[in-house]
């Protein structure tokens, strides 16, 4: 079983930056993908960045490219953050040994896989 542990939420403005953090505990050399996930209010769940631990290869959600990193040490760098960002941050994994694409991982949903428990990110006007 895989334990994930979020962190790095907070309050911040909108143009700045926050970086999160997702502390892996478990047969974590067993998952080969990880991912950043977010729920806003009155939205759905919706992956924001994943990345392969095999190759490094990563996938974007198209609103955040170019403003979200995510790193193979489970960190999301969000900079120039907008008031649309705003919701629970999730670090997601999929079922243990199973390889998956950046892509598909971002697309997974809450039924498979471990999760954290989020963080909130809140970016005012």
């Known amino acids: 079983q895989l334990r994930l542990v979020e962190s790095g939420g907070g309050l911040v403005q909108s143009g700045e930056s926050l970086t999160l953090s997702c502390a892996a505990s478990?047969?974590?050399?067993?998952?080969?993908?990880i991912g950043w996930f977010r729920e806003a209010p009155g939205k759905g769940l919706e992956g924001v960045a994943c990345i392969s631990k095999s190759d490094g290869t990563t996938y974007y959600e198209d609103s955040v490219k170019g403003r979200f990193t995510i790193s193979g040490d489970n960190t999301l760098q969000m900079n120039s953050l907008k008031p649309e960002d705003t919701g629970v941050y999730y670090c997601g994994a999929p079922r243990r040994r199973a390889r998956v694409s950046p892509q598909n991982l971002c697309h997974m949903t809450r039924g498979f896989g471990s999760w954290g428990q989020g963080t909130q990110v809140t970016v005012s006007a």
């Open positions: 478990g047969f974590t050399l067993d998952y080969f993908a």
